[in-house]
């Protein structure tokens, strides 16, 4: 394994300004954080603003669900196998290394870090493309993980997050990855809500939306560098088949060699200016890596299969069975039971009631809240003779090791 290191030059104007108290002129004062109710949560000497965001996320009813949401794969008992807890965690630290390294807002980094998948369906990117295609086909409207993120922390739960949190949140998109970052500043809600919606009409939208700060950009790129050794490691844990070997280049193949590779390219490239980038043989070999996994991972066979001919069928059947129960009113219905009712009495000042909801956004709030498990005993209660069964990769099929 090849790991880099900060170049002497880099290295020690960092401990000098360390050294020194040097602030940088980049980071985002909390004081300038702003809410859509400023006369609540203001900052404290204990709490700053994105101290008390991060705790409020932590504090969200649907952060527990977070332990059971797997990464990529979904259907294995196996404890060392990433789900999204572990996952914002990783991108936490990596984004706060980078962060501090930089000397930007870490309290800012962790609040858009850990809740920027709190939107996220189960079974991963799959379960969002077959919901968004759900929506579409009864709504007219598009289902973005990251846009959903915003509605949880905002909408479903009135959180009153800043808008610097709920727009590195937004603007997160771990899929599209660029050689410089350069922050777009937002001026109010107004122009946030305008963005978000538009994002609901064309699905596009979602993937370009910017980030306002320097520590949104630095969680954006950090996201990918979290997700791409660590998939790799989940798919040896999975027993996936791999072809052949993954391409050998300046920032490693492994995990470990990728994080630190990654994180001090940014950091020497970056260092002291207002936008965040790494070298173009970096981004290059980062590319390369993405499309690795994609090629290897993602589009797996032993992947793929169970989503299509699994997961699409039995997604739909909850979808249209969880309408007809909400424009019938059957509140013996799982929707009512366990989701509307969950949420009304969550004491949140709220612009109108839950339950007024349009009846499809309300349908797809519930499923795209579900953990992997939850999902297939809901389906499995609703229809408990249907032809489409899950059966899990156990600890002890095929005799493999722990």
Same mark, same amino acid.
């Given at each position: 394994?090849?790991?880099?290191?900060?170049?002497?030059?880099?290295?020690?104007?960092?401990?000098?300004?360390?050294?020194?108290?040097?602030?940088?002129?980049?980071?985002?004062?909390?004081?300038?954080?702003?809410?859509?109710?400023?006369?609540?949560?203001?900052?404290?000497?204990?709490?700053?603003?994105?101290?008390?965001?991060?705790?409020?996320?932590?504090?969200?009813?649907?952060?527990?669900?977070?332990?059971?949401?797997?990464?990529?794969?979904?259907?294995?008992?196996?404890?060392?196998?990433?789900?999204?807890?572990?996952?914002?965690?990783?991108?936490?630290?990596?984004?706060?290394?980078?962060?501090?390294?930089?000397?930007?807002?870490?309290?800012?980094?962790?609040?858009?870090?850990?809740?920027?998948?709190?939107?996220?369906?189960? !079974?991963?990117?799959?379960?969002?493309?077959?919901?968004?295609?759900?929506?579409?086909?009864?709504?007219?409207?598009?289902?973005?993980?990251?846009?959903?993120?915003?509605?949880?922390?905002?909408?479903?739960?009135?959180?009153?997050?800043?808008?610097?949190?709920?727009?590195?949140?937004?603007?997160?998109?771990?899929?599209?990855?660029?050689?410089?970052?350069?922050?777009?500043?937002?001026?109010?809600?107004?122009?946030?809500?305008?963005?978000?919606?538009?994002?609901?009409?064309?699905?596009?939208?979602?993937?370009?939306?910017?980030?306002?700060?320097?520590?949104?950009?630095?969680?954006?790129?950090?996201?990918?560098?979290?997700?791409?050794?660590?998939?790799?490691?989940?798919?040896?844990?999975?027993?996936?088949?791999?072809?052949?070997?993954?391409?050998?280049?300046?920032?490693?193949?492994?995990?470990?060699?990728?994080?630190?590779?990654?994180?001090?390219?940014?950091?020497?490239?970056?260092?002291?200016?207002?936008?965040?980038?790494?070298?173009?043989?970096?981004?290059?070999?980062?590319?390369?890596?993405?499309?690795?996994?994609?090629?290897?991972?993602?589009?797996?066979?032993?992947?793929?299969?169970?989503?299509?001919?699994?997961?699409?069928?039995?997604?739909?059947?909850?979808?249209?069975?969880?309408?007809? *129960?909400?424009?019938?009113?059957?509140?013996?219905?799982?929707? !009512?039971?366990?989701?509307?009712?969950?949420?009304?009495?969550?004491?949140?000042?709220?612009?109108?009631?839950?339950?007024?909801?349009?009846?499809?956004?309300?349908?797809?709030?519930?499923?795209?809240?579900?953990?992997?498990?939850?999902?297939? *005993?809901?389906?499995?209660?609703?229809?408990?003779?249907?032809?489409?069964?899950?059966?899990?990769?156990?600890?002890?099929?095929?005799?493999?090791?722990?």
């Amino acid at each position: 394994m090849s790991y880099e290191k900060l170049s002497s030059t880099v290295e020690n104007q960092i401990i000098a300004d360390r050294e020194s108290g040097k602030a940088s002129p980049f980071a985002f004062s909390a004081k300038n954080a702003l809410r859509r109710d400023m006369n609540h949560d203001p900052n404290t000497t204990l709490r700053s603003a994105f101290i008390r965001d991060t705790e409020k996320i932590l504090h969200c009813p649907y952060y527990n669900r977070y332990a059971d949401k797997t990464q990529v794969f979904s259907f294995y008992k196996n404890d060392d196998i990433t789900r999204r807890a572990l996952h914002v965690q990783l991108v936490s630290r990596v984004a706060r290394t980078i962060g501090r390294a930089l000397n930007l807002e870490p309290d800012l980094i962790e609040a858009i870090s850990i809740g920027h998948d709190i939107g996220h369906t189960p !079974f991963g990117h799959a379960g969002e493309t077959y919901l968004n295609l759900l929506f579409y086909e009864h709504a007219g409207r598009h289902f973005s993980h990251n846009i959903h993120s915003v509605r949880v922390l905002d909408e479903i739960f009135p959180l009153n997050l800043t808008l610097q949190t709920l727009n590195g949140i937004a603007a997160h998109n771990g899929e599209k990855e660029l050689t410089k970052y350069i922050p777009e500043p937002i001026r109010d809600f107004d122009e946030f809500d305008r963005r978000i919606e538009r994002c609901y009409i064309d699905r596009a939208n979602a993937r370009h939306i910017l980030p306002d700060t320097l520590e949104a950009c630095v969680m954006r790129i950090s996201d990918i560098i979290a997700y791409l050794g660590k998939d790799r490691q989940d798919a040896e844990r999975a027993d996936i088949t791999l072809t052949d070997g993954f391409t050998e280049s300046v920032i490693g193949s492994k995990n470990a060699e990728m994080i630190n590779n990654l994180t001090v390219n940014i950091v020497e490239h970056s260092y002291g200016k207002d936008y965040i980038e790494m070298d173009e043989a970096h981004f290059s070999a980062l590319q390369r890596a993405k499309n690795d996994n994609y090629a290897r991972i993602y589009k797996n066979d032993a992947v793929k299969s169970v989503f299509e001919n699994m997961i699409d069928p039995m997604m739909r059947e909850i979808y249209c069975k969880m309408l007809d *129960d909400l424009i019938r009113g059957n509140k013996n219905s799982p929707i !009512f039971k366990h989701h509307i009712s969950f949420i009304e009495r969550m004491p949140f000042r709220r612009r109108k009631p839950y339950s007024e909801t349009e009846p499809n956004q309300i349908v797809v709030d519930y499923i795209a809240s579900m953990t992997d498990d939850y999902f297939i *005993d809901l389906h499995h209660h609703l229809f408990p003779d249907s032809i489409y069964k899950i059966d899990y990769k156990g600890y002890f099929d095929n005799n493999s090791e722990l």
